[in-house]
Every structure is written in structure tokens, then in C-alpha cells.
Nanobody
């Protein structure tokens, strides 16, 4: 069965950095067919897309709130997804989830994803 396991969360002060990782396993099809993405959900708020990356890694998409601060990347040989987060702000505090799905066009809307991880907590203090 497919598993997505996130790691790398933690507590940092504003302006700091964290690097999240997502280890994927159990895919029926080659992982390069899957769009992968990072989402986050803060307490009392809906889950929102942060960034996504196409199957081959050549195209990335970012929400305006993280453009220029976060970088999404993937290593299909290692079956991993990463999110480098710089210049973190208190409003970035949330549970972060990775997701994988097969789409005509990769995106970071929260609907239609085939697989989700359990999440890793990121807390940014001011």
C-alpha cells in the first residue's frame, strides 16, 4: 500500500528555516507519473495548498503566500519530496502534509489527491 511519511517539522523563530521531507513508498505506478504537493492546515482553518511539482520535477507551482520563500523539489530515484522553507513567519504555523496524485495538469488545489501523509507540525514563534 502507498505510504507518504513526512518529517522535518519543528519549532523555529521568525526568520528561521526548516526543510520538510516526504518519503514515498508502495506506488503501483512509477512515481514520476504523480504530481506531488505540500499542503498545510492551521488550527481552525481549512487545508490549503502551498506548492506542487510535476512528475518529472520540471514544473513547480507556488501559492502567493510562499513565493520567494519556499522551494519544492523531488528526487524520483529516492522517492522523496522536499520543501525548503526560509524566512518563516508566525502565519506559516500549521500541520504540513504531502500528497500525491495523477492529474492531467499538476496543481495544488486540495481536491482529487490519491494519497496523503499524516503530517508534520511546523511552529514559528515571533
Amino acid at each position: 500500500q502507498v505510504q507518504l511519511v513526512e518529517s522535518g517539522g519543528g519549532s523555529v523563530q521568525a526568520g528561521g528555516s526548516l526543510r520538510l521531507s516526504c518519503a514515498a513508498s508502495g506506488f503501483t505506478y512509477t512515481i514520476s507519473l504523480y504530481c506531488m504537493a505540500w499542503f498545510r492546515q492551521a488550527p481552525g482553518k481549512e487545508r490549503e495548498g502551498v506548492a506542487s511539482i510535476s512528475g518529472g520535477g520540471g514544473t513547480t507551482y507556488y501559492d502567493d503566500s510562499v513565493k520567494g520563500r519556499f522551494t519544492i523539489s523531488r528526487d524520483n530515484a529516492k522517492k522523496t519530496l522536499a520543501l525548503q522553507m526560509n524566512s518563516l513567519q508566525p502565519e506559516d504555523t500549521a500541520m504540513y502534509y504531502c500528497a500525491a496524485g495523477i492529474f492531467y495538469q499538476c496543481h495544488y488545489n486540495k481536491t482529487g489527491w490519491n494519497y496523503w501523509g499524516q503530517g508534520t507540525q511546523v511552529t514559528v514563534s515571533s
